[in-house]
Nanobody
Framework: QVQLVESGGGLVQAGGSLRLSCAGSGSTFSPVTMGWFRQAPGKEREFVASIRWSGDNPNYADSVKGRFTISRDNAKNTVYLQMSSLKPEDTAVYYC?????????????WGQGTQVTVSS
């Protein structure tokens, strides 16, 4: 099984920064891609960013390009999301997710989420 545990969420003023972490563990932890998603109240979950576990090729949603940076530390089985220039509309529960297949685009495992609240 795989466990993903997010941390680093909190309350921040608009224009501020936060860094989220997602630590992976488990005997079958073998990601192809790690991703960050978010869900705001009353809205559907949306893609934020992703990164291949081998190589680079980060991808970002247009709404966060230039403000958020995804990175990983393979030795620590951890993926990060550095968020800068935060806006109130970034307020959401942020989830990390793992995709284990080279064929399917489906994310197989999800963390429990961490709340990010940006005040205006």
């Amino acid at each position: 099984q795989v466990q993903l545990v997010e941390s680093g969420g909190g309350l921040v003023q608009a224009g501020g920064s936060l860094r989220l972490s997602c630590a992976g563990s488990g005997s079958t932890f073998s990601p192809v891609t790690m991703g960050w998603f978010r869900q705001a109240p009353g809205k559907e979950r949306e893609f934020v960013a992703s990164i291949r576990w081998s190589g680079d090729n980060p991808n970002y949603a247009d709404s966060v390009k230039g403000r958020f940076t995804i990175s990983r530390d393979n030795a620590k089985n951890t993926v990060y999301l550095q968020m800068s220039s935060l806006k109130p509309e970034d307020t959401a529960v942020y989830y990390c997710a793992l995709r284990s297949s080279y064929v399917s685009v489906k994310y197989d495992y999800w963390g429990q989420g961490t709340q990010v609240t940006v005040s205006s």
